[in-house]
């Protein structure tokens, strides 16, 4: 079964960008929906984006909608999430996860295999 492996988080100022990578371990994310969710101490875990499979739909949340985009490489089984215009409370960790279902969800309920998820600090 895939393993997500979330890469390229890291302490940014505001107003940064940066490009955090979601790569299929032990298996591949052909046929599958990737999403991206962040979580905080002080918050639930909370949707990012999500890429249907090949690619050709996105969803964001309102909170990042304009400022993160999301691509996948599918011969390199890698999603990739750039994530501009940071802001402080864009801070959290966050996970990458994939699909059993082609179709893009905001639903964390609907995605099987999660990451360990990489750290992401916007410093003001």
């Known amino acids: 079964q895939v393993q997500p492996v979330e890469s390229g988080g890291g302490v940014v100022q505001t107003g940064d960008s940066l490009r955090l990578s979601c790569a299929a371990s032990g298996g591949t994310f052909r046929g599958s929906a990737v999403g991206w969710f962040r979580q905080t101490p002080e918050k639930a875990r909370e949707f990012v984006g999500s890429?249907?499979?090949?690619?050709?739909?996105?969803i964001y949340a309102d909170s990042v909608k304009g400022r993160f985009t999301l691509s996948r490489d599918n011969i390199e089984n890698v999603v990739f999430l750039y994530a501009n215009s940071l802001k402080p409370e864009d801070s959290g960790v966050y996970y990458c996860?994939?699909?059993?279902?082609?179709?893009?969800?905001?639903?964390?309920?609907?995605?099987?295999?999660w990451g360990q998820g990489t750290q992401v600090t916007v410093s003001s």
């Open positions: 996860a994939a699909s059993t279902s082609q179709l893009i969800s905001r639903s964390s309920g609907q995605y099987t295999y």
């Open positions: 890429i249907s499979w090949p690619g050709r739909n996105t």
